[in-house]
């Protein structure tokens, strides 16, 4: 039995599936059941002022009778007074010794309200804090949230106090909301916070309802821009957190991945991109806490298949193999092959190659049945015809035994930049 | 005529090896992920409790979905111990699919019983053994039986820390999953190997050829044991009462099947040619089938009720029609003719429903011509093994042939349990799993004080 056991930054947990700051971990009663179900940590609902919260307050999108592929909210902050929200945490960790509780917090950008807010979190017991820099609407209207994450110098100067307030571990989750997420994750190891964790939502529209012209979800025949979050956000997330994890000067800081985690299998990618931990919202929304019984045996029964002992043993071991384009070995050579005997005809692979593609897939028509092939001369091994087929591995890529040696494009002849130095 | 004609051999190979394959045959891999995104993964799911042995239903297949075979097996075994086995033989569509919320929505449920077949099969290639006993307790159980009701039950003993002593008549362990299930549903030898992997925990020692009334007394097992279980099915077989039931040729279903299942080459056993079966069940449609296919020409049911009180399924009804058998509804035998000892043909009187619920004979008759009868009017509880007993004063008490049990299994005897066909309740499988698992619960509260 793998070790699923997990130590980020000082945070202990049985598991590294930890419930991310929202609504499933708003109050006590959410977050003892989450418990009950073998969640390894959460990271309470963001805590600050109390807000107001619309009524309509999510949509969804579907995507080929998948429900919620995408989900977006226009939810604030936690609507409950700061005190009853502490004293709920101090009671939970009491209750749960071996779970990790975070506290997510925010508030106005100047030390004071920090220092207040940091000195009573610091009587709560919990584990941790994470600095709410990334809710891309309302707060960031009033000077939170997204606003300050998008600023490398206000990342830097709140982590910086929260550093020198806090007794407890310092997460800074990052908005995605931002070109390069670089900058604030270096802003934040400069700053001295512990670890950070991303993403948080992406500044979305997720449908506009054509009968009224409104954006959704409609308030009143209004919609205001919304945090998308959920399977459709998963590789954006996978992007920033493979960035922050290769980069020389940042690499090191632990990460707790965000975005899209949904099974074990979500999250084993995020820690083979060197999560520490990952944080699941939008699923559970989906489908409740019960879905943590995959996570944890899922992950498990896969480490013991690649004789993976503990969480840290696999995890950043894609690290190494995410590199820069320029890297990649021009010699690689890919074909595409079709396997006629489980071919059902349905000719996804042949459109798609002959209007999108290449022109390298064939058809022809023998009494009524077709017959697709690959013209190996024109297939640039591109995937696409594997992609679209929908037989599981009817049509599959094999790489060409051409033995040339690796070869990247600073060294490749038909690089024109080359060509013009040999001339 | 001279001889009946029965005879062996009368299909090439191909036809034998019909018999022995799949008569569903198993999901692949991509199959089982499309059928699985099929399901909601319903909360409180309709499925699970339909489920006699309450089976996560959405969450296994969320498990398959993922690709964690291994998690969906376990949460398939853990509360059923023969997953295997229920993937296969149970009528799902009375079950678990009946009340897929995709029926309501499409009338085509979720194939559950397919992807639980699909998850426990690679589960067991991999040849794992995934439960533990916990430290021995010292306390000794007895076993009466090793069907599916027997060995749940010592299987979850087992696992409890109790060392279990299994009493079981025949030479081989399964029950009827072994000497009763039609063939074409567990083809290549899956009841031993599921039986094998389930005494595989360790903690259970099976005596063969030890039968309660015969070997071995309850008295001597109430003396000698901690507790004891009985899941001795019901292996009496309801005889015909007509004129003429004593004639050669005149056969037991259940007598023919598990000459059929043991048989080790199917072109050695001989079969008629013309082949009446009376009764309404599982069981003669499962007689009828195979003997069709061993290569029967002319078989025919003959229920004397109207297709929906059958209670073979419709499902069932259907596979036997498509099968070749021919359904005759409404009539009853009143005569097995005969000659030079041997029968040539049944004599059915016309039956119709009466005003109290029953039926009643029309007095108009037919004959069906046929070389062999076979009886499928019910098991019943051979009550032999009980009699006679020095229960020191102590009666099992007994009620319309089965054992009379209340709450998870305890019968009229203190530290005496049963279950499975031996009690009331549906003749099932899945519910004989269920109940063995119950009284395991129950016996460890019991010894616990
Ligand atoms: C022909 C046929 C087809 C069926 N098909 C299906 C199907 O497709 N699906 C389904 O769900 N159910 C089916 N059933 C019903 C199912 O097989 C039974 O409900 C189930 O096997 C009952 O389990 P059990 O353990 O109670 O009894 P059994 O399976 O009958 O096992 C009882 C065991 O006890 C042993 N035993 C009996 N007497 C004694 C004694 N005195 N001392 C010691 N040992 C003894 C027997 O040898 C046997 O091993 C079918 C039944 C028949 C007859
Ligand atoms: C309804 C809703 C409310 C949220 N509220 C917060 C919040 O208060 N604080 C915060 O840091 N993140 C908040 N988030 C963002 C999530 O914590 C998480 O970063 C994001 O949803 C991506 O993860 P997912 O794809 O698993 O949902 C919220 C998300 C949703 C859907
Ligand atoms: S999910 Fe609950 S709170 Fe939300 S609309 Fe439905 S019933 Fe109301």
């Not at chain 1, 793998?2 to 202990?12: E, H």
């Not at chain 2, 992997?197 to 020692?205: A, D, H, K, R, T």
């Not at chain 2, 023919?256 to 449609?285: H, M, W």
């Amino acid at each position: 039995m793998a070790d699923l056991r997990t130590n980020f930054a000082g945070i202990k947990s049985p598991n590294p599936f930890w419930l991310a700051s929202g609504p499933p971990t708003d109050k006590a009663y959410n977050v003892n059941r989450a418990f009950e179900a073998g969640w390894g940590g959460v990271v309470w609902k963001t805590v600050g002022d109390p807000i107001i919260n619309t009524t309509s307050r999510y949509w969804a999108n579907d995507h080929n009778n998948s429900h919620v592929a995408g989900f977006t909210n226009i939810e604030l902050i936690s609507d409950r007074p700061i005190d009853v929200n502490l004293r709920e945490i101090k009671e939970v960790k009491k209750n749960w010794p071996d779970r990790a509780v975070v506290v997510s917090l925010m508030v106005p950008c100047t030390e004071p309200d920090w220092e207040d807010i940091l000195v009573k979190v610091n009587e709560t017991d919990a584990d941790g804090i994470e600095l709410n820099f990334g809710c891309p609407h309302g707060m960031s209207e009033r000077g939170m949230g997204a606003s300050v994450g998008q600023v490398p110098e206000y990342v830097e100067m709140v982590s910086r106090w929260a550093k020198k307030h806090s007794n407890m571990p310092v997460i800074v989750k990052l908005t995605p909301n931002i070109t390069d997420i670089l900058a604030p994750a270096a802003a934040a190891k400069a700053g001295g916070a512990d670890a950070v964790s991303l993403i948080n939502t992406v500044a979305s529209i997720v449908s506009v309802d054509l009968d009224t012209m409104s954006p959704l979800p409609s308030v009143n025949g209004k919609g205001s821009h919304g945090g998308y979050c959920g399977p459709a956000v998963r590789p954006i997330a996978l992007r920033m957190v493979g960035d922050i994890a290769r980069d020389e000067k940042i690499a090191g800081i632990p990460i707790s991945g965000i975005g899209g985690v949904g099974t074990w299998h979500d999250a084993a990618e995020f820690i083979a991109l060197d999560c520490g931990t990952v944080q699941v919202c939008t699923a559970v929304m989906h489908h409740g806490f019960r879905i943590v019984s995959d996570m944890v045996d899922g992950l498990s029964n896969w480490m013991d298949s690649k004789e993976y002992p503990t969480i840290d043993s696999f995890r950043g071991q894609a690290v190494p193999n995410f590199v820069r384009w320029e890297e990649l070995d021009m010699n690689y050579e890919l074909l595409a092959r079709i396997n006629q005997d489980t071919c059902i005809e349905c000719g996804k692979c042949h459109i798609a190659c002959e209007d999108t593609a290449h022109q390298a897939i064939s058809m022809k028509r023998t009494n009524g049945s077709r017959t697709y092939e690959v013209i190996d001369e024109e297939c640039v091994g591109c995937n696409l015809c594997a992609l679209v087929c929908p037989v599981e591995n009817c049509i599959t890529m094999y790489a060409v035994e051409n033995k040339k040696p690796y070869l990247a494009w600073q060294d490749d002849p038909r690089n024109p930049a080359n060509a013009a130095a040999a001339e | 005529m001279s001889h009946p004609d029965i005879a062996a051999g009368r299909r090439d190979a191909a036809g034998y090896a019909e018999l022995n394959t799949d008569s569903k045959p198993p999901l692949n891999s991509g199959q089982a992920v499309i059928e699985a995104s099929r399901c909601y993964y319903c909360f409180d799911a309709p499925c699970v409790e339909a489920c006699p042995t309450g089976i996560d239903i959405p969450g296994f297949i969320g498990k398959i979905s993922s690709g964690n075979i291994r998690g969906a097996a376990l949460d398939i075994l853990e509360p059923n111990i023969f997953g295997g086995m229920c993937a296969r033989v149970c009528p799902t569509e009375v079950l678990c699919e009946q009340v897929c919320v995709r029926t309501a929505q499409e009338e085509k449920p979720v194939t559950i019983g397919l992807l639980q077949r699909h998850a426990t099969d690679q589960f067991f290639a991999t040849n794992e053994q995934p439960f533990t006993r916990a430290a021995d307790t010292g306390k000794k159980i007895a076993v009466v039986g090793a069907g599916p009701a027997g060995l749940s039950a010592a299987h979850r003993l087992s696992r409890f820390g109790h060392s279990v002593t299994v009493f079981e008549a025949l030479s081989k362990p399964g029950g009827l999953n072994e000497y009763g299930i039609a063939a074409y549903k567990v083809p290549n030898m899956f009841a031993q190997k599921e039986a094998s992997f389930i005494l595989g925990l360790g903690g259970i020692e099976v005596q063969y050829g030890k039968a309660l009334g015969s070997e071995i007394t309850l008295g001597d097992l109430r003396n000698d044991f901690d507790a004891v279980f009985l899941g001795m099915g019901q292996f009496g077989v309801r005889a015909l009462e007509d004129e003429g039931a004593e004639l050669g040729g005149v056969v037991p279903a259940v007598k023919f099947i598990a000459e059929l299942r043991q048989a080790g080459d199917l072109s050695k056993l001989p079969v008629g040619r013309k082949i009446v079966v009376i009764g309404g069940g599982n069981t003669a449609i499962d007689v009828a089938v195979q003997s069709h296919r061993l290569g029967a020409e002319d078989v025919t049911i003959v229920y004397r009720r109207g297709p929906e009180q059958m209670s073979a399924t419709g499902h069932e009804q259907e596979f036997a029609k498509s099968d070749g058998v021919r359904i005759r509804h409404w009539a009853k035998p009143s005569r097995v003719i005969g000659e030079d000892g041997h029968v040539t043909g049944v004599e059915f009187e016309r039956t119709r429903a009466n005003s109290n619920g029953g039926i009643e004979g029309t007095g108009d008759t037919y004959e069906l011509p046929a070389d062999t009868v076979f009886i499928a009017i019910g098991q019943m509880f051979e009550g032999t093994p009980l009699d006679g007993d020095s229960l020191d004063g102590d009666t099992l008490e007994i009620q319309s042939g089965r054992i009379q049990v209340g709450e998870a299994g305890a019968t009229s005897l203190q530290g005496v349990y049963a279950g499975g066909d031996c009690v009331a309740g549906e003749d099932l499988t899945v519910q004989a799993v269920e109940d063995g698992k119950q009284a395991a619960i129950a016996i460890d509260q019991y010894l616990k004080g």
